[in-house]
């Protein structure tokens, strides 16, 4: 495998072990893995090195993360088969402008365009997420505005409504999202009834 596709890709194995080790998504980067835990993980994850370059390719049409995309890719055909994902998947980027109105894959495609500024991003957690979050709105059918990124935890200075005094609040960070189950009854809202037959 090509230096440069070997790096991403282990990049996204180090991110699919944390995550599979209970972790937080905020330590999901963490760590530096060894030769062996590498070659276990690809094992366990295997990618063909052409689904690397196309992911790549879709990752520098809209500026975002290959890591990000090869993560989520791995995450959702955890549920759903590979077909399926690739409807995801190769219709992001370039492929995105055939589309009209809300289709997630044109609103994952523009958010990061738009996030990113004409250069890829390295977040590749966060952007794992809000694909994850843009499949589940293709399959359910359902219109998402913005992908916002997930939050970390931590306080915020909130007026007390009764006393007016400034007080310290804690928020939560956000939890990584679910892939939307195959129970789902598939909509036809983005899909056209060709793409609903490989759903059978």
């Not at 090509?2 to 995550?19: E, H, I, M």
């Not at 295997?46 to 809209?62: F, M, N």
Request: aromatic residues 8%.
């Amino acid at each position: 495998m090509k230096q440069s596709n070997s790096n991403v890709y282990g990049a996204a194995l180090k991110v699919l072990s944390n995550r599979l080790s209970g972790q937080h998504w905020t330590r999901w980067t963490n760590g530096r893995p060894t030769a062996e835990q590498l070659q276990e993980w690809v094992r366990k994850w295997p990618i063909s090195e052409d689904r690397i370059i196309r992911l790549t390719a879709k990752g520098k049409q809209c500026h975002a993360s290959a890591t990000g995309l090869i993560v989520a890719y791995k995450i959702i055909t955890e549920t759903w088969p590979e077909r399926i994902a690739d409807m995801f998947f190769d219709c992001i980027g370039e492929a995105s402008k055939e589309f009209v109105g809300r289709d997630p894959r044109a609103i994952y495609t523009n958010t990061m365009i738009n996030v990113n500024k004409g250069r890829v991003s390295r977040d590749s957690v966060q952007q794992s997420a809000q694909a994850v979050k843009a499949f589940n709105a293709l399959v359910a059918g359902e219109t998402i505005g913005t992908l916002k990124k997930m939050k970390i935890g931590g306080t915020k200075i909130v007026e007390d409504r009764k006393t007016g005094e400034e007080v310290e609040q804690v928020y939560l960070a956000d939890r990584y999202p679910e892939v939307i189950a195959r129970t789902v009854e598939v909509s036809e809202k983005w899909l056209t009834r060709d793409n609903l037959v490989l759903f059978d």
